[in-house]
């Protein structure tokens, strides 16, 4: 199961990420999100679960967790097509 972890310090490498959620489970991945021009972080990533029980062990755990003076937010990840607005 994949996971959206938003609200990330920009400070956050891959490896950090991973950290914070390997108390909950094996993380398959752990990815954040940089800028294709600059390379820097954009504030949020992914963590990739094997099971959807250390999923939502991480969504329970790190929901509204302090990192570094920024609350984060993880929920499970949207596919692209459920993330689409309608077009006027």
Excluded: C, W
Excluded at 20 to 38: N, Q, Y
Excluded at 63 to 88: C, H, L, Q, W, Y
Aim: hydrophobic share 35%.
């Amino acid at each position: 199961m994949k996971l959206h972890v938003g609200n990330l310090p920009h400070a956050v490498s891959d490896d950090q990420l991973r950290s914070l959620a390997e108390p909950f489970g094996i993380p398959e991945s752990a990815e954040v999100v940089k800028d294709r021009t600059s390379g820097n972080s954009r504030g949020y990533g992914f963590v990739v679960f094997s099971t959807a029980d250390e999923a939502q062990a991480a969504i329970t755990g790190l929901n509204g967790k302090d990192v570094d003076g920024r609350t984060i937010t993880v929920s499970e990840a949207r596919s692209p097509k459920d993330r689409e607005r309608p077009r006027v």
